[in-house]
């Protein structure tokens, strides 16, 4: 669980959910069933000990947007102390910025592992016009080096930087392998939970508040289960109704559609004895980092967050490596072959390659979190609804021209890569269609989008007369008492980037809330002027 370059190989493991999305029926058309896999982390740290920690906080158009939709306190100018305040970064050409933090409990290194990121992925971004920035300073938009969640060459999860520290205190204590089934609520008010371990059931009451951290997923599920969520789904699972709010509406995620290009200097990661070795010895080498060394952000218009993200993963795939990849993401198994093949001749003919992933950051498609049964160990049924509106595609198209567009600069055909490469890949029925037109794109996105891990949104923050809100400001559940949820599914709107920075912020601030204390007011105070 460690090791930062495979993150991939702990998912349908122990440590992970292993959720699937109900059938797609405008998506997923290549996965097992037209189902996206969905890993959520079931380990302390959550989906921070599984993920690939990739440290993006957003844009800053992102929170001012929440504000303005009634989320008042939550404005980029009031999130931004907190995320200084747990950082401490290591990045020597950061130190010094006035947008990052020394001597937090997180630390952010720098992701940068190969001659790729400056040489092929920063170079080709200048040619297309856009500048090197920190993407979690001042601006958003252009070409980043990677900053990872990852000290002394190991995951730095949430777990280790803020529960492990922590663990010696009196008035913590920590249940593992315990599954909360249900919050006790009494004439509107919270006042405990019931959980199972080794089978028995045991019941914790609350002095002051329950606070429900389950997640995107995990959260409305046990809302619902508890009496909280739409009064008709509620209903035809005979729960009794405590509270009607949208619970498990307004899901958000982003979706990834990943292309491969020739790389002849072979530069790009690929796993060899040695180097695992090394790692086991020293803790450095290529297993000591995640790879994914840059990002870059499109944007159309300076006013709103961008639409779009590059992420330049610098990983080559063995073709030993295929069959848990496949597994990974739902891959139809009658693909999986033509995939091995495809990876096989690259690996014999070229010598290396690397991906680009083309994020859609803002899908305009909704979907929906909702019980299977009452039976708190029934998985609940995601449907996300994916490319159900006709932008979402839209704007995909736009980030795949572009990403063909950086292809055919100088930086990218140095070493060997150009437009047509991704035409090369083994997609079928796509593969049949004229390249590179908008039906073959159409068809790709249809068939092989998948799933970038970042589902929000389903206990959503608003004012109080916001009827699609779950949460107010101070994400206490509206008609509860005694009741917040602190997690990813409070997100007004997905952030503009990988969700994990983000939700630390929320705790951090939620710890202030809860509290009814000020912990950053000399942060604030420092950067008032930002």
Known sequence: MHIPALPGLLQNTKTDWAYKTVPQKKACMALKDQKSAWPRGKVL?????????HYIRGSRHDFDGWAKEGCQGWSYKD???YFIKSEDIQVPSLKNSDYHGVGGPLTVSDGASTSLVDGVYR???EELGYQAVDCNGESQTGFCFCQETVKSGERWSTAKAFLRPA????NLHV????YVTKILIENKKAVGISFIRDNVKHVVKAKKEVIISGGAV????LLMLSGIGPKEHLSSMKIPLVADLPVGNNLEDHLMIMMVFMDNSSAAFNPSTWSFLQYQLFRS???????????????DDARAPPYLQFTFYSIQVPPFMLDPMAEMVNLDPKIAKGTYDFYKRISEEVGGSFFVENILLH?????????????PFDQPLIDPNYLDHPDDIKDLLKGINATLRLANTTAFRAVGASPSDPYEEYFPPCNSLSFPSDEYWICRIRHYTYHFDHPTSTCRMGNNDDVTAVVDPQLRVKGVKNLRVVDASVMRHVTSGNTNAPTIMIAEKAADLIREIDSVKDVRNKVEHL
């Open 45 to 53: 740290g959550g989906s921070s000990s599984i993920n690939y920690m």
């Open 79 to 81: 999130v931004l102390p």
């Open 123 to 125: 170079r080709g971004m």
């Open 167 to 170: 663990m010696n205190r009196p």
């Open 175 to 178: 249940s593992t392998n315990s």
């Open 218 to 221: 995990n959260s409305p599920q």
């Open 285 to 299: 080498g290529p297993f000591s980092k995640v790879h994914l060394e840059g990002d870059a952000f499109l944007q």
């Open 363 to 375: 899908p305009k498609s909704r979907g929906t979190i909702r019980l299977q049964s009452t039976d």
